[in-house]
Each structure stands twice: as C-alpha cells, then as structure tokens.
C-alpha cells in the first residue's frame, strides 16, 4: 500500500515567543542577581589636573594670544591686560616728569586723559554691581526652585529672574566694550602728550610682577608651564576682578577618574584596588584606586536626580594601570564612566 504523505507539524510561534521572553527575562535577572551579589558600582568623571589662572589685582584684559583648545608650552604668552590702577601711576609719573622736565602737556589733553580715567573707573564700578546683582539672583533662583517643588511658590518669579540676569549680563558686555574704546581713545591722547616718550620709557624699564614684560602700561601674562587650554572665562577689553578665574589650563599627562560610591559600599573599597573602567562606548578599561577619600561628597549635578534631595557619597581617585589606557582615557575628558568593581 502506498503511505500517505506525513503532514507537516506548524509552528507553535505563541509559545516560541513566550519562551524565547521568558529566557531573556531570566537571563537578565540572573546577570542582575549576579552583579550585585559579587559585585559593587559607582560612577566617575575623567578628570585632568587643572590649573586655574588669575592675577592678584584687578586688571581689564586687553587681548588674548591663545584659544580654548590650544596646546600651549612653558614661555608662551597667554594675554595682555592693563592693571586698573595704570591711570592713575601714569598721571602721578606725568607730574613727577614735567616738573622735572619744565614739559606742558596741553591743557584740553590732560582734561580728556582725567575724564576718560574717571569715566574707566566709573564703569568698572558699575560692572561689579552688576556682578554683585547677578550672583544675588542666581542663589535667590536656588531658593524659589526648592519652592516651586513644593508647590509653594511660582515658577513666574524664576522666570522674571532669569530674564533679570540676561539684561544684566548684556549691561556687563555693553560697559566692558565701552571701557575697550575708551581704552584706545586714552592711548591715542597719551601719545600726543610730549610726556609720551618718557612714559613709554620708563614702562619699558619695568617689569610685570604676574608673569611678563610690561610695555606702554601693557602687561604679558607669561605661562609658566606646559598644557591646554580648556576654557577661557573672559573676553578682550574685559574687566577680570582679582577673585577671578581667567582661564583653565590643563595637564593631559597627570589623568585621573574621580569616582562616587554608594556610602554602603565603603567597606568594599581600599587604596590600590583595581578596578573597571566602563566608558560610553562601552569598552573596558582598567584602573587602580590610588586615594580614598573617607568623608562624603555631594554628586556631580550630572550624577544628582533632578528635583531630589542632593545625595552624597564617598569619593575615590582611580589612575591607570597601563599607558595605553591612559591614552584611551583623555578622549572622554569630563565624560561619564561606570566603575566596578569585586566586593572582597
């Protein structure tokens, strides 16, 4: 008898689907199950050892010689300013010359050098109140945003704030470029003075106490050290107070992972452990913890939960362990990483 042709059995896609979730579920779990079990995390910045530049006075910027992202080595020269008391040293030495030189600068000269320097000073004052509003309205707006979670207080008032501080803010870039033409207005009468010679001379035979040569009232802030730049605060003719930061400058050699652990794990950590280094891009590198840090710190407001509480945790340095690591480890400069590490 001829066999009757077998009939092919179907799929059952329902239940290869189910199973196929169902493994993936356990699979996920049990990984989860695993890491925490042998296993703790954190997570870390990459950082490079910075070095913030400043002045000890006041000064008003003149021109930059370098940008954000430079490579700069020891002996370069970084910007020029004019310190704020120049006008006023100009004009004592311009006394002190003519009486001695029987010189006349000429009458119209002399009253326009005076209002210009009053008009400077006029101006910077008027800057470091707006600065003094601005800094006052940025912590006032830190305190309605904890209101406003609360539902105590309206989100209108930051929004007023806000648009106080950017008024502000343009006020500031409005005097700064004024003081930068009155700048170059007092240069140019300072040259038509028969005093203008003896001046340049005696500047020229001075010498800058913050790193430079002075020339014509005009100082050189010289690096002192090799690096790059990373971020630059001001802009020219702008007037940087001496509680300010100039620039950033930074050391590609000296490389480290500042690292955040839950305050529970602290047991788990010890300088020289090696751990993990997960980057973005989700390679893997290695590191050594090379100090620990027992008192907690607040997170990174990239790391804090928005409208939480400001958690808190304990803080680790993690250097590399190989060269070639440390190479990997500068192309995520201020990035995000996970670290890992065993509980033993």
Known sequence: MDELPRVKKKINWDKLIYFTILALIGFFVIRYAYFQIFYIEGQGQVIFEETKIRVPDDITIEHFYVQQGDSIKEGDTLFSYIPADY????????VSLSQGAGTKTPSWVEREIYELNKTIQKRRVEIIEAQGLIKKKEEKIDELRNAVILEISSKNQIDQLELDIIQLNEEIKKLQNYIGVDYRMLTKLQNLTPLADSLQQQNLNATSSGGGN???GLKYYISRTHGHITRIYMSDYEVALKSENILNLHRKEHI???AFFNQEDVQYINEGDDVSVIFPDGTVSKGKI???YYATYSLPEEFQQKY???QRAIAADIFPIEKEAEIK???FYKMGVKIRKTKR
């Open 87 to 94: 006008e006023d040293d100009a004009a004592d030495m311009a």
């Open 214 to 216: 002075e020339t014509h």
């Open 256 to 258: 480290y992972i500042k």
């Open 290 to 292: 090379s100090r620990f």
């Open 308 to 310: 939480e509480p400001t």
């Open 329 to 331: 480890w500068k192309a």
